[in-house]
């Protein structure tokens, strides 16, 4: 079955980067895009951007330009996003989810404080 | 950026009620409608795809459907388990945006 494995919980301080991660299993990695999701505290969801594994290329909600940076590693399907310069702004929950958001990871919940 | 407007942010309702859970699109967006449900501490779940086709394993008491700009999700007969917050997705356009959320909680 379809199972996406992320990453434990991360306490990062400001001013600092985290790469979570998305394990893939149960399908082909490389045939589906892969979306990020960030939902803040009691808030709604984001999209963050998506990867398509077999390419590797990108789309990017423009708001996060910058800020997050989507890669894979084919050879484990594995997928990893990395958040740069974290602020206070960055807490929330972070979700990776298939094409068609049919499957979702448990989401990775970072805390950024000093 | 494509707006969805969601309403009610809140719905109080019965065991047995029927409800409807609304979400209006700024643009054009065809049947590019996703809705999901969460629950407390857990991921979303995909309801409707396509506007109106059930996802798989989703009881037949959920149906979509678009009236223009406008596409609603319904619940008949609600269930204690159907009590969540829903959110409703776009994916036309890059970047695809949510619903503010519609919780459904117990009157």
């Known amino acids: 079955q379809v199972k996406l494995l992320q990453s434990g919980a991360a306490l990062v301080k400001p001013g600092a980067s985290v790469k979570m991660s998305c394990k893939a299993s149960g399908y082909t990695f490389t045939d589906y895009w892969v979306s990020w999701v960030k939902q803040s505290h009691g808030k709604s969801l984001e999209w963050i951007g998506e990867?398509?594994?077999?390419?590797?290329?990108?789309n990017f909600n423009e708001k996060f330009k910058g800020k997050a940076t989507l890669t894979v590693d084919k050879s484990t399907s594995t997928a990893y996003m990395e958040l740069s310069r974290l602020t206070s702004e960055d807490s929330a929950i972070y979700y990776c989810?298939?094409?068609?958001?049919?499957?979702w990871g448990q989401g990775v919940m970072v805390t950024v404080s000093s | 950026d494509i707006q969805m407007t969601q309403s009610p942010s809140s719905l109080p309702a019965s065991l047995g009620d029927r409800v409807t859970i609304t979400c209006r699109a700024s643009q054009d967006i065809g049947n590019y409608l996703r809705w999901f449900q969460q629950k407390p501490g857990k991921s979303p779940r995909l309801m409707i795809y396509?506007?109106?086709n059930l996802a798989a394993g989703v009881p037949s008491r959920f149906s979509g459907s678009r009236s223009g700009s406008d596409y609603s999700l319904t619940i008949n007969s609600l269930e204690s388990e159907d009590m969540a917050i829903y959110y409703c997705l776009q994916h036309n356009e890059y970047p695809l945006t949510f619903g503010s959320g519609t919780k459904l909680e117990i009157k």
């Open positions: 990867i398509y594994p077999n390419s590797g290329a990108t």
């Open positions: 396509g506007a109106t």
């Open positions: 989810t298939r094409l068609n958001f049919d499957y």
